[in-house]
């Protein structure tokens, strides 16, 4: 009740983080995220409100009311964004395999500018487990012209074996393994074989919570094809992104 009551009242607003290629550091793309300013608690994070919203079956209602912001901010963003723009939006499992997932995803593309966002969906791996439709659902999603990306990948469980069973165009490296870049191992091995295997698969890879020029220096050498994190940017609101340039540079 008290997500429909934010909802009603306005109390969720959206921030867009760039997604900036890895060789030019130009950006191609944002991440939309939600945020609740609650009246009384105040600012509410994300991984709690969409649990709850989960547990209270109010996913679908919440995500159709992030696409009625999404196409509020549209005008503006697509005088922002170069056409063909990564638009990536996190997808709760609970609106995924929910029966009006194939509409809304319709009706929310028609309404947004024609031919203008490359809208990318991104889904954990968690919430692919022990759904066979998915393969179905994500062959749907290719064919109305979505992408999708594997979110927080490494931190789930089975990673390897929905890599394989499943096309997606996208691997989000977990910001667990890029913050482990230059710290106790000079090597992550581990890292490292994600990153082959994602380049053997023909997917793209994009590392979250870059923070630093050096995670990103290591990153770029090892092929990683986008970055996202502080160091680049933050999710900033609309006003703020409309204006915002990228202000980094690495040595050649
Ligand atoms: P996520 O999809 O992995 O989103 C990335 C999170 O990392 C965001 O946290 C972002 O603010 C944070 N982040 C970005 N760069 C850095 C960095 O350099 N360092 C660090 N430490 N953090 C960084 P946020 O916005 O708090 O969102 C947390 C999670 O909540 C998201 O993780 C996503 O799973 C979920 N979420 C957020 N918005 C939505 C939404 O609209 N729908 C759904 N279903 N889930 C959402
Ligand atoms: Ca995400
Ligand atoms: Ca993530």
Do not use: C
Request: aromatic share 10%; charged share 20%; proline share 6%.
């Amino acid at each position: 009740k008290e997500i429909l009551t934010a909802i009603k009242h306005d109390q969720f607003y959206v921030v867009y983080q760039p997604v900036v290629d890895a060789q030019s550091l130009r950006m191609t793309g944002l991440e939309v995220l939600m945020r609740w300013k609650h009246p009384v608690m105040g600012e509410i994070p994300p991984d709690a409100f969409i649990n709850f919203a989960e547990a209270q079956k109010l996913i679908v209602p919440l995500t159709l009311h992030l696409f009625d912001l999404i196409i509020r901010d549209a005008p503006v963003l697509q005088t922002v964004l170069p056409p063909g723009a990564k638009f990536g939006i996190n997808i709760a499992p609970g609106h995924l395999h929910a029966e009006s997932f194939k509409e809304d995803m319709r009706a929310f593309a028609a309404a947004l500018p024609p031919d203008h966002f490359q809208i990318v969906l991104e889904i954990t791996e968690r919430d692919m487990i022990n759904h066979r439709e998915a393969n179905q659902l994500f062959e749907w999603l290719h064919s109305e012209g979505f992408e999708i990306a594997i979110d927080d990948f490494g931190t789930g469980h089975s990673a390897l074996i929905y890599l394989e069973r499943f096309t997606m165009d996208y691997l989000k490296i977990d910001r667990g393994f890029v913050n482990a870049i230059g710290t106790e191992t000079v090597t992550s091995p581990v890292l490292d074989a994600v990153l082959t295997l994602a380049e053997r698969l023909n997917m793209l890879t994009v590392a979250e919570g870059v923070e630093t020029p050096e995670q990103a220096a290591w990153l770029r050498e090892h092929g990683v094809n986008y970055l996202q994190g502080y160091w680049i940017g933050r999710p900033m609101p609309l006003e703020q992104f409309r204006t915002w340039q990228p202000d980094i540079t690495l040595g050649e």
